[in-house]
């Protein structure tokens, strides 16, 4: 009944989304791929699909759980209105807290 679902997005549906938007987005996937899911550039991505996924308030049993996190993720991509340019910056910020936090660890 239900499909593959997480608690907040998956690093697992990264691949999936190359294809959604622009040259900008597909270069920032690409560079991911191969990269650990612990890495902080991989956390980084995830923190924004959670953001723009709305992943905190997401029920189980609700209709976007039921279709899966990927495609729940590659809607929020088509429906974002802002540019792959703004998603970046976004994810450079994401990434500037991630390594902060990182280096406090090492």
Same mark, same amino acid.
């Given at each position: 009944?239900?499909?593959?679902?997480?608690?907040?997005?998956?690093?697992?549906?990264?691949?999936?989304?190359?294809?959604?938007?622009?040259?900008?987005?597909?270069?920032?996937?690409?560079?991911?791929?191969?990269?650990?899911?612990?890495?902080?550039?991989?956390?980084?991505?995830?923190?924004?699909?959670?953001?723009?996924? @709305?992943?905190?308030?997401?029920?189980?049993?609700? /209709? !976007? &759980?039921?279709? #899966?996190?990927?495609?729940?993720?590659?809607?929020?991509?088509?429906?974002?209105? @802002?540019?792959?340019?703004?998603?970046?910056?976004? /994810? !450079? &910020?994401?990434? #500037?807290?991630?390594?902060?936090?990182?280096?406090?660890?090492?």
């Amino acid at each position: 009944m239900y499909t593959d679902n997480e608690i907040l997005f998956p690093h697992y549906a990264i691949p999936a989304l190359l294809e959604e938007r622009g040259p900008v987005w597909q270069r920032l996937i690409d560079s991911l791929a191969g990269k650990a899911e612990t890495s902080v550039e991989i956390i980084a991505l995830m923190s924004v699909m959670i953001e723009l996924n @709305g992943c905190l308030p997401c029920e189980t049993d609700s /209709y !976007r &759980a039921m279709q #899966g996190c990927t495609a729940c993720a590659l809607k929020s991509l088509r429906r974002f209105k @802002g540019s792959d340019e703004e998603l970046l910056a976004k /994810y !450079r &910020a994401a990434l #500037g807290k991630f390594k902060q936090l990182d280096s406090l660890f090492a």
